[in-house]
């Protein structure tokens, strides 16, 4: 008896889904030309922005600043609008933070403390684009309760700033006298 072995059979197909296919049809770019033309705003530009608008009007005893983090597991970026008086051992008040989802800038949230506002980015009143925000934030930097909140931190930090200058200056004249 004889076997006959078929050596032309193919070897038997393992399971699992087919494999991409290669060579002309996917070696062209899929993306749309225009994906980037039209720039986005995103809530931490408009507030690096605003931050440094207010730079200009306190000077250098009120530093302030926008801290940017990232919570991973829920996929949030925070940004907080933080001033900061060096003299007082760098106190730290947050005058607003603005919150929104990494996969989409909009809609996003605010928070501000001063005027006792809270609204979240999945709420149906989040601010929805750019535009909005910055219409948000101009009425917030209005509010009589934050234009006093930074007027008593600019105050404060003016204050301190010149203490701690004729401290420093009575220190090196202590030094110069020890010579």
């Keep these: 008896m004889s076997r006959s072995s078929d050596h032309s059979a193919a070897p038997p197909r393992a399971s699992g889904p ?20 039209k720039p986005l705003r995103i809530p931490q530009g408009v507030l690096e922005a605003q931050a440094g608008h207010l730079r200009d009007i306190v000077g250098g005893e009120l530093h302030v600043e926008v801290r940017s983090t990232a ?15 060096r003299a007082l ?11 929104h989802h990494l996969a989409r ?4 949230g605010l928070r501000c403390d ?4 809270a609204v979240t980015c999945d709420a149906p009143k989040a601010i929805q684009d750019d535009r909005a925000l910055a219409a948000t934030l101009g009425n917030l930097f209005k509010a009589d309760a934050v234009r006093t909140c930074v007027r008593s931190l600019h105050a404060q930090a003016v204050v301190e700033g010149e203490r701690a200058k004729k401290h420093r200056g009575r220190r090196a004249a202590d030094d110069e006298s020890k010579r």
Excluded at 91 to 96: F, K, T, V
Excluded at 105 to 108: D, G, I, K, N, S
Excluded at 114 to 117: E, I, Q, R
């Design 18 to 37: 087919p494999p991409f296919p290669s060579g002309p049809a996917t070696a062209q770019s899929l993306w749309p030309a225009d994906l980037l033309d």
């Design 71 to 85: 919570d991973m597991m829920t996929g949030v970026a925070t940004h907080r609008f933080v001033l900061r008086i």
């Design 89 to 99: 051992d760098k106190y730290e008040y947050e005058l607003l933070r603005v919150s």
């Design 105 to 108: 800038a909009y809609p996003c």
């Design 114 to 117: 001063a005027v006792k506002l």
